[in-house]
Each structure stands twice: as structure tokens, then as C-alpha cells.
Nanobody
Framework: QVQLVESGGGLVQAGGSLRLSCAAS????????MGWFRQAPGKEREFVAR????????YYADFVKGRFTISRDNAKNSVYLQMNSLKPEDTAVYYC????????????????WGQGTQVTVSS
């Protein structure tokens, strides 16, 4: 059974930082590219970042470039999202997912979603 478990969310003031973690089990993690998405109330789920299976290639949504960093540790079956200079508009539930291929921006091209972790940024 595949399971992805996100953690690390919380309440932070604008300008602060959080580090999200996603622990994976039940899938060949080191063979999977991994991504982070987010979904704010009343909005569609949107792409945040994606990292290749070996960590050599990363992609970011324009609105997080220079502020967020995606990384992974295949020995720990984990992927991370370091979020700095947080803004109130970053408030959302953040999800990790395994990218099975195709357009990296489309949620439909990802498998094995976690339950999400809430990030709230106060102004």
C-alpha cells in the first residue's frame, strides 16, 4: 500500500519560513519524480515544485521562484519543501505526489497523493 505523509505545516507570520516534509512508503521512491502542489480555499490545486528522481532537476512555479526550494533524500524516502519569505497568499493546504510522467504542471499526471498539510501565513 502506497502512502505519502506530509508534515511541517503550521501558522507563521509573513516573512517567516517553514520546511515541509513528505515521507513515502510502499512505492519505488528513488524511481519517482516528486512534486508539491497547493490548494487554497475556493481555488484549484496548483503546481508548486517538482524534483527529478535523482534530484538533479528541479522546477518551480513562477510565484515561488527564489523563495522555495525542493529537495529529496532517497535514503529516507522523503521529499522536502523549504519555504522562505512566506506571504499571506501562500496560505493553502500543501500536498506531495509522485509524478508518473507527462506535463509536470497537471495534477492528473501525479499518483499517490498525501493528505496534505495546512500552511497559514498571517500578515
Amino acid at each position: 500500500q502506497v502512502q505519502l505523509v506530509e508534515s511541517g505545516g503550521g501558522l507563521v507570520q509573513a516573512g517567516g519560513s517553514l520546511r515541509l516534509s513528505c515521507a513515502a512508503s510502499g512505492l519505488p521512491f528513488s524511481s519517482y519524480a516528486m512534486g508539491w502542489f497547493r490548494q487554497a480555499p475556493g481555488k484549484e490545486r496548483e503546481f508548486v515544485a517538482r524534483i527529478s528522481w535523482n534530484g538533479d532537476n528541479t522546477y518551480y512555479a513562477d510565484f515561488v521562484k527564489g523563495r522555495f526550494t525542493i529537495s529529496r533524500d532517497n535514503a529516507k524516502n522523503s521529499v522536502y519543501l523549504q519555504m522562505n519569505s512566506l506571504k499571506p497568499e501562500d496560505t493553502a493546504v500543501y500536498y506531495c505526489a509522485g509524478h508518473r510522467g507527462g506535463n509536470i504542471y497537471r495534477p492528473g499526471n501525479y499518483d499517490y497523493w498525501g493528505q496534505g498539510t495546512q500552511v497559514t501565513v498571517s500578515s
